[in-house]
């Protein structure tokens, strides 16, 4: 009798840790364990960002700066700053995998220019991949290489693979700006001839994986 006394409260016990741990561990924890992020710039972030809301297995996107030599950049300064405009995006890998994503950021936009993307010009403003780990370093550089050596694109890939520095949110003004101000957005993505180059590019491929841009 005593030694199931002694079970019964050997057993409270741990019932007892069990449910202490567990109030401990809050749903973003677990969220945050089967979450990614991939940060890639690719001209206008208003545009990428609103592509990659629109790619399924992407949760959400801000827009911000990275890969330049200054701190804490603004829309103002970031040019002057070498830092490119980017988004950083968190995805669910059980629904969509980085090299996937990569997938779609090449067919999203112009790789080949070095100059820029369509309207805007200017380092700013031009492609890269910023890598978060090996991992993702490995799977960037094989699409690339198998991109380039596919012969789909009629000249050499511009884009710049890079570890990722610092991102710097952009302005809150900037973020969601394809909804917050759908009249502009659309008038300066059409007036930037984005899409239409896109099509040009890529042909019948132009978008893949975007549900709508």
Known sequence: MIH????????????????????????????????????????????????????PGVISTVSGYIGGNTDSPTYKNHSAGKHREAVEIVFDPAKVSFAELVEVLWRSVNPTDAGGQFCDRGHSYTTAIYTLDETQADVAEASRSGLQESGVLSKPIATSIEPATTFWPAEDYHQDYYLKNPIRYKFYRTSCGRDKQVRIVWGEQAHAGISKH
């Not at 924890?29 to 690719?42: M, N, Q, R, V, W």
């Open 4 to 55: 199931a006394q002694q079970s019964k409260g050997a057993a409270l016990l741990c019932s007892c840790a069990l449910a202490i741990l567990l109030s401990t561990i809050t749903p973003k924890s677990f969220a945050a364990d089967e979450t990614k992020t991939a940060i890639f710039a690719g001209g206008c972030f208003w545009c990428v960002e609103s592509d990659f809301d629109n790619v």
